[in-house]
C-alpha cells in the first residue's frame, strides 16, 4: 500500500510530490497526461512566480516535473475514474488498476471555461487568453476585449486597462453578474468601452488575434472590432466529476477544502485549484502541495 498517492501533476501535485519525497513517504502521482505541469504549460509568460521573473509557463512546469523526477517521485500515466473510501485504506481506481492508498492529495485543478467559437482554439497562446494577469502585459499600449460579465471579467478589464490603449468588455446581458464596486469603476474608467447585449461570434487573424467579430443580441447588428487580444473570463470549473458523493464540494464543484487541504473524509486532501480558495495561482497551488503533505503526514503518524 502506497503512503500517499497524487492525483495531478501540475504545481500542486508536483510539489506534494517533492515534499512526499523529502518526508520519506512512499508518494506515486497519477496523471492522465503524461507530461508534468499543468496548466502553466499553457500559460506563455508567467513572470510573478518568486525568483524566476520572466520565466515561460513551459519552462517552469517543466522545471517543476524535473524537480519531482530528481526527488524520486514515481508517475503513473493513467486516467482516474473515481476514488473509495475504505478507512483506513483508500482504493484508487484508474482505467487500468485499483492503486490502494492510506492518503490520497487531489491536484486535478480547475479549467477555464471556453466560449467554443471560431477561431478560439485555433488562436490560443497567439493573442487568445484566458488570464489577463498573466498575459495581460503583452498587450500594453494596445487594444483587448474581455468577455464576460462576472468578478473575474470586471477584474480583468480595469487591471487590462492600466496598460492598454483600450478595452472592450463584451457582456450577454444588460447588467453585470460581478460586484457592483466593480462594475463602478469599470463604468468610470475612460478606455473601456462597456458593449452591453453582445456576444461574440468569431475570433479572426491567422497567426495572432487581429478582430472580434461580435453581435447585438437585442439589435442583431453585427461589428467587427479591431483588436489584439481577446480575454475570456466566463468562468470556470474543477476538475471534481470524478469524486461525486465521495467529498464535501461546494454549489460549483470546488472540493470544500481550508489551507490545511483536509477534506470532509479524513486521509483525502485537496491541493490548488480544485478546492475552495480565495486565489487559484501557482504559488499558492505549490503552497497547497507542501500542505496537503504536511496534513497527509500527520494523518499517516496517527493510523
Ligand atoms: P461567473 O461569476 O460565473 O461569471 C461568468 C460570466 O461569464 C457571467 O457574467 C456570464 O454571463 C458570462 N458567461 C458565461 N458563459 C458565457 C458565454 N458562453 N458567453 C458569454 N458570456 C458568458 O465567473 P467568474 O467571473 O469567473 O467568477 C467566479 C466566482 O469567483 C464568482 O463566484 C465570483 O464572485 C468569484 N470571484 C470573486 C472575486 C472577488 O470577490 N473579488 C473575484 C473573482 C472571482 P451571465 O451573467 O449572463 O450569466
Redesign the pocket.
Known amino acids: 500500500m502506497r503512503d500517499i498517492v497524487i492525483i495531478g501533476a501540475g504545481p500542486a501535485g508536483l510539489s506534494a510530490g517533492i515534499y512526499g519525497k523529502r518526508a520519506g513517504l512512499d508518494t506515486v502521482i497519477i496523471d492522465e497526461s503524461g507530461i508534468g505541469g499543468g496548466q502553466v504549460l499553457t500559460t506563455y509568460d508567467v513572470d510573478n512566480y518568486p525568483g524566476l521573473p520572466g520565466i515561460s509557463g513551459m519552462e517552469l512546469g517543466t522545471k517543476m516535473h524535473e524537480h519531482a523526477i530528481a526527488a524520486g517521485v514515481e508517475f503513473m500515466e493513467a486516467r482516474v475514474q473515481g476514488i473509495e473510501d475504505g478507512g483506513n485504506v483508500k482504493y484508487v481506481k484508474t482505467s487500468s488498476e485499483t492503486v490502494e492508498a492510506k492518503t490520497v492529495i487531489i491536484a486535478t485543478g480547475a479549467v477555464h471555461?471556453h466560449?467554443?467559437i471560431p477561431g478560439e482554439e485555433e488562436l490560443g497562446g497567439m493573442g487568445v487568453s484566458y488570464c489577463a494577469t498573466c498575459d495581460g502585459a503583452f498587450f500594453r499600449k494596445r487594444v483587448t476585449a474581455v468577455?464576460?460579465?462576472?468578478?473575474?471579467?470586471?477584474?480583468d478589464a480595469i487591471f487590462l486597462a492600466r496598460g492598454c490603449s483600450k478595452v472592450y468588455l463584451?457582456?450577454?446581458?444588460d447588467?453585470?453578474?460581478?460586484?457592483k464596486k466593480?462594475a463602478d469603476i469599470v463604468k468610470s474608467t475612460e478606455n473601456i468601452e462597456i458593449l452591453y447585449d453582445t456576444?461574440?461570434d468569431s475570433i479572426v487573424g491567422s497567426d495572432a488575434v487581429e478582430g472580434l467579430n461580435v453581435h447585438n443580441v437585442k439589435t442583431n447588428e453585427t461589428k467587427t472590432l479591431t483588436l489584439d487580444g481577446v480575454f475570456i473570463?466566463?468562468?470556470?470549473h474543477p476538475v471534481t466529476e470524478y469524486l461525486k458523493g465521495v467529498l464535501d464540494m461546494d454549489e460549483?464543484g470546488y472540493i470544500k477544502a481550508d489551507e490545511s487541504c483536509a477534506t470532509s473524509v479524513p486521509g483525502i486532501f485537496a491541493a490548488g485549484d480544485v478546492r475552495t480558495k480565495q486565489l487559484r495561482q501557482i504559488v499558492t497551488a505549490a503552497s497547497d502541495g507542501a500542505n496537503a503533505v504536511t496534513s497527509a503526514e500527520s494523518y499517516i503518524n496517527n493510523l
Open positions: 471555461n466560449l467554443g468577455i464576460g460579465g462576472g468578478d473575474v471579467a470586471l477584474e463584451i457582456h450577454r446581458r447588467e453585470f453578474r460581478g460586484a466593480l456576444v461574440p473570463a466566463v468562468g470556470t460549483r
